[in-house]
């Protein structure tokens, strides 16, 4: 896949990196705001998505990738299983319960385990959202050979 | 609560995971986790079905316990139907995993292999635990879409369509539920199982139920392949590896399909008599018309798929005579013994049928081909998986001392005792046309004279293969024990006692 003119180039260059800090932004704020962790994985992963269609796949050594993008995608799933194991191990030994301090209500900082599982699950969704599109651009190349 | 339910479905997926990422790594990594995943979890399974004893244990999720008798969290249900099943599951996961050893070693990417079958694993192992019906259906698709993943891992030809097929029937289905579900939970304001049956005790328009009742009978239906929604499995059955084959027509429809029905018929709805005779009507059509098809077959293992759509058949009608004994309720000792018929002949099937599929396994895996007509001649050069499935052959179709015969026996006496002569007549004739198609497979695989390839050269399957095939033979005589009364009552008994006193599920789990 070729990439594009310079003007998309350039744009989606400036656009890709606002689009990624406002992913972040919704994961961090997904026990205060509507989204969480999937929207905002989705949000992520479409910053990666825009700068692949615009430079193109051949810019990319695509089975890396998806490698990559596969292994962060499986690490950050088990770590939201170990995460609810965890629970399990320490306070009051239920499985997916909260174990640490709650915090106030309202500020960023709070609602005890939700952020950490919806970082993980933002990050999972990215990794997975991202590995489907190489998968379909290596099967595109692949078939057009 | 116990700690250990949750862990049934966290163990899988832990290992499901990390195989993907230290698979690469470590060389032969998935070949050592994904067997002593699976051995744990028996171990766990049969833990709890001795401790249970006839007790029910609720798990609730994070803590979250119900508040003024509204559930409101995730609940966890371990009771004695449950836990036979999970004793299935991980037993005939066990066994498929540990005959794929040598059998999948000539695949590409068998890391991708292991993972995908720890996972359909704790979809399972989830369905089955599950007492909410969102939760239900979430670990249902999560099971049933590593099975979309596993049909096609061949990547032929044949495979891909069979997985698309799959993917398509599979995906109506999945809609399908997941419409009943919704349209429960706008009536109801609940999706735990429980509390939906608390409901519905205090009174319901029965129209809007019987809707959503045919809606799940299809939906399931689909997933358990009873006949008229069957166009799907023998595609799948058939291309899938030979392990997978043994997981899908063994456990997966029963898990996914069989349990779900029975669950939600006994546990959940109040019983009426048109659901009950739809139920018993499509399990004996599944029952006549899948072993005509089978007759027909050439290919062994659409012959196994289509017999396994039969002898689900049989299940499904147990099942459905025994809604309409208890209906009546005038003859309590027959319905007991038609639901306890229905679920020994769903243990036996698993056994028998996950064995049959890895005798053709093993036929596929050194003739390359699955046409009858290719084979014969085979009983001397392959001994073990000759008698091993020669003792399936004589265990489904019913023929003593193996367990089918008992089985099949509860079911038929059971019919006679309820006064449903046409389908204890139809039963016994259907198991007639079973064992005709079995000694076909057996004269043409394995005592004909040898046709197309020279048999000389053909030797029997590695140790993993041939160690597997032993051991489920084994099972399927020492199965047989079920049938007398002192071992019955300890194992099928609590089983048993979950669907008949069907009032104990809604009220013990509320009453936490």
Request: with cysteine.
């Amino acid at each position: 896949m070729e990439g594009m003119s310079t003007i998309v180039k350039k744009v989606s260059q400036l656009v890709a990196g606002i689009i990624f800090m406002y992913g972040i932004y919704i994961i961090l704020h997904g026990h205060l705001t509507p989204g969480g962790g999937f929207a905002g994985g989705a949000i992520i992963a479409g910053a990666f998505i825009l700068l692949i269609l615009a430079f193109g796949s051949s810019a990319l050594n695509l089975k890396k990738e998806v490698a990559g993008s596969s292994n962060t995608e499986s690490v950050a799933i088990l770590m939201v299983v170990i995460l609810a194991i965890m629970s399990l191990l320490m306070g009051i030994k239920v499985f997916f319960t909260n174990f640490l301090p709650k915090g106030e209500p309202g500020t960023l900082l709070s609602a005890g385990v939700i952020p950490l599982y919806n970082i993980f699950i933002g990050i999972e969704v990215a990794g997975a959202i991202l590995t489907i599109f190489l998968a379909l651009v290596i099967f595109k190349e692949e078939s057009s050979k | 609560m116990d700690a250990l339910i949750p862990l049934f479905v966290a163990i899988p997926l832990i290992s499901a995971f990390l195989i993907i990422i230290l698979g690469k790594l470590v060389k032969g990594f998935h070949r050592f986790l994904a067997p002593l995943t699976l051995l744990v979890l028996l171990i766990m399974a049969l833990y709890e079905f001795t401790s249970l004893g006839g007790t029910s244990h609720t798990y609730a999720m994070g803590g979250w316990i119900g508040d003024g008798g509204f559930p409101v969290g995730i609940f966890l249900v371990l009771d004695g139907f449950s836990v036979l099943m999970l004793c299935i599951i991980n037993l005939i996961g066990l066994v498929a995993l540990f005959y794929s050893l040598s059998y999948i070693a000539k695949y590409t990417a068998e890391a991708n292999y292991y993972a995908l079958f720890c996972l359909i694993v704790a979809g399972m192992n989830g369905v089955v635990l599950s007492g909410d019906l969102f939760n239900l259906f979430v670990f249902l698709e999560v099971s049933v879409i590593s099975s979309y993943a596993l049909v096609a891992f061949g990547v032929g030809k044949t495979e891909l369509e069979a997985s698309f097929k799959y993917q398509v029937l599979g995906g109506l289905a999945s809609m399908l539920i997941l419409l009943a579900i919704s349209l429960i939970y706008w009536k109801t304001k609940t999706v735990n199982i429980a509390d939906i049956r608390n409901v519905l005790d205090a009174g319901y328009s029965k129209s809007f139920y019987v809707f959503v009742q045919v809606l799940l009978i299809s939906g399931f239906g689909l997933k358990a392949a009873i006949i008229p929604f069957h166009a799907w499995l023998p595609d799948a059955h058939s291309s899938a590896p030979s392990p997978i084959s043994a997981m899908l027509s063994g456990v997966l429809i029963k898990a996914v399909g069989i349990y779900v029905l029975i669950r939600l018929f006994f546990n959940m709805f109040v019983f009426s008599h048109e659901i009950a005779m739809v139920i018993t009507s499509l399990g004996v059509i599944s029952m006549v018309v899948g072993s005509l098809l089978a007759l027909i077959q050439w290919d062994v293992k659409r012959l196994l798929a289509y017999s396994s759509i039969s002898q689900m058949g049989y299940v499904v009608m147990a099942f459905g005579m025994g809604i309409l004994l208890l209906l009546k309720g005038d003859n309590e000792p027959a319905a007991i013994l038609a639901i306890g018929g229905g679920i020994y002949h769903m243990i036996n099937h698993a056994v028998f049928k996950g064995l049959l599929f890895l005798n053709a396994g093993s036929l596929e895996y050194r003739l390359d081909t699955r046409n009858l007509k290719e084979m014969g001649g085979l009983s001397k050069a392959m001994p073990v998986t000759s008698t091993t499935s020669f003792m399936a052959s004589m265990s489904i179709s019913g023929i003593p001392p193996f367990n089918g015969f008992f089985s099949k026996l509860i079911i038929i006496v059971a019919a006679i005792n309820g006064r449903f002569y046409l389908l204890a007549t139809l039963a016994v004739i259907v198991s007639i046309i079973t064992l005709a198609y079995f000694l076909k497979f057996q004269r043409f695989a394995f005592f004909n004279k040898a046709a197309g390839k020279a048999v000389q050269k053909i030797k029997e399957v590695p140790f993993p293969m041939s160690f597997s095939m032993i051991f489920l033979a084994v099972l399927c005589l020492a199965l047989s024990l079920l049938a007398i009364p002192s071992v019955s009552e300890t194992v099928l008994r609590p089983a048993i006692d979950v669907l008949i006193q069907f009032e104990l599920y809604s009220t013990t789990l509320i009453g936490i």
